[in-house]
């Protein structure tokens, strides 16, 4: 009993927190470009689509992007994946009636956070990553089920990405440092600036490494 009651006070918790954000007018930091990027859309009328590609922030590694009109979130894909074999269970709590007094508590990692709300009389999931202030978006049970439609496809998506586009990419950029190692020489003591200049000197036929 006291694991509901606790699970229930953190889902009033995050719900009270997002009702209070999205009234709230919020600069909110573009997300990273993606390198092989690939777009599902989920919601064309409601402009919500999942962005899956290479984060060269993230050493290359794939990364989800969840796009909303005001908001999103960078997921792993492991995490997309663990929502995705939630979804059975998330949707049973969605699309049955709103009630406005029962909060869910779905999933929680040191990164991220699932949970049910209801906004504007709509039972919703919020996906709330704890990386960056104010990212979280919410999917309606209709998102959700046509994320349940094209699972498949995103999953092959995601397989290309991490066994076949990442390792030509790895090998493409060591092929460049190699180069740059052995034809750009760049002092020790050289400024960003200085080394930015250099770079940008660099000669086009690089590309044909």
Not at 24 to 42: A, G, K, Y
Not at 54 to 81: A, E, K, M
Request: with cysteine; charged share 20%; proline share 3%.
């Amino acid at each position: 009993m006291s694991n509901n009651i606790e699970t229930f006070n953190s889902a009033a918790s995050c719900s009270e927190r997002v009702h209070k954000n999205i009234r709230r007018s919020v600069s909110i930091q573009p997300p990273n470009e993606l390198i092989d990027s690939t777009n599902f859309v989920i919601d064309f009328a409601g402009r919500k689509v999942i962005n899956i590609g290479l984060d060269p922030s993230n050493i290359f590694n794939v990364t989800v992007q969840i796009i909303t009109p005001s908001r999103y979130v960078c997921i792993t894909s492991d995490f997309l994946h663990r929502i995705i074999s939630l979804l059975p269970y998330i949707l049973s709590n969605i699309t049955g009636p709103a009630d406005k007094n029962r909060e869910r508590l779905f999933l929680k990692d040191e990164n991220n956070t699932l949970f049910k709300t209801t906004y504007r009389g709509e039972s919703m999931l919020v996906i709330e990553t704890h990386l960056l202030q104010e990212c979280r978006v919410l999917l309606s049970g209709r998102d959700l089920m046509k994320l349940r439609e094209i699972q498949w496809a995103i999953g092959e998506s995601i397989s290309r990405k991490s066994n076949v586009t990442r390792c030509a990419v790895m090998v493409q950029l060591d092929q460049i440092a190699t180069h740059l190692s052995n034809n750009v020489y760049v002092d020790k003591s050289s400024t960003v600036e200085e080394i930015s200049t250099v770079a940008s000197n660099i000669h086009h036929d690089l590309h044909a490494l």
